[in-house]
């Protein structure tokens, strides 16, 4: 069965700075998708970013990006010049054809102004 | 354009009564799921509609968990009855489907469990 693991519980970091959140994952597919999911307070979850397996390009959007590592099944999240707003938790999911996600059990992200 | 909404926010209840969970996904949206987080775990799939049928249901836990989704369009879920261990947050998803892929699972707030 694909398992996530998300070894960070809590991470903080300083207004401005970059702060890089791991996520590591267990499959036996060669083709599948990774996801970062951010939940704010509020609740709402919403996509941050995603990887095809496939790709070996790094996913970005803005001041988010990924570190894919297919042969180590690594999948970090770094985000640069932090927002009083990125501060949530944020969870790594995986998924391939057909199945549902399967999630790591999140990093509560602090930002200290 | 509207997103997932779910019904209620919060829902406090006995053990051994009843609650029923709703989802409108958003519209033309033929993938609907459910999933659970219990606190401090991981978010953990429920359920998987595709239109009104029941796409994959390994994830329910047990009989006192049952799923509907009339029409294809809402969905309900039902704990009958409720036990302590059912509480915890409960997320709906919903995704298009478009030349047989499934794209990205949009999520709605969740609702949170508590059984006393």
């Known amino acids: 069965a694909q398992t996530v693991t998300q070894s960070q519980p809590e991470m903080s970091v300083q207004e401005a700075e970059t702060v890089t959140l791991s996520c590591t994952y267990d499959t036996s597919e060669s083709d599948y998708y990774l996801f970062w999911y951010k939940q704010p307070p509020s609740r709402q979850m919403i996509l941050v970013i995603r990887?095809?397996?496939?790709?070996?390009q790094n996913a970005t959007e803005n001041r988010f990006s990924v570190n894919f590592q297919k042969a180590a099944k690594s999948f970090s999240l770094k985000i640069s010049d932090s927002q009083l707003g990125d501060a949530a938790m944020y969870f790594c999911a995986y998924r391939s054809a057909g199945t549902p996600l399967v999630f790591g059990k999140g990093t509560r992200l602090s930002v200290i102004a | 354009e509207a997103g997932v909404t779910q019904f209620p926010s919060h829902s406090v209840i006995e053990k051994g009564q009843t609650v029923t969970l709703r989802c409108d996904p958003i519209s033309g949206h033929d993938n609907l799921y459910w999933y659970r987080r219990v606190m401090g775990k991981e978010i953990k799939f429920l359920l998987h509609?595709?239109?009104?049928?029941?796409?994959?249901e390994s994830g329910m836990p047990n009989n006192r968990f049952l799923a509907e989704r009339t029409g294809g369009t809402y969905s309900t879920l039902k704990v009958q009855p409720a036990e302590l261990e059912d509480s915890g947050v409960y997320f709906c998803?919903?995704?298009?489907?478009?030349?047989?892929?499934?794209?990205?699972?949009?999520f709605g707030p969740g609702t949170r469990l508590t059984v006393t």
């Open positions: 509609f595709v239109k009104e049928s029941k796409q994959d």
């Open positions: 998803a919903s995704s298009q489907v478009l030349a047989g892929i499934s794209y990205e699972q949009y």
């Open positions: 990887q095809e397996a496939y790709k070996q």
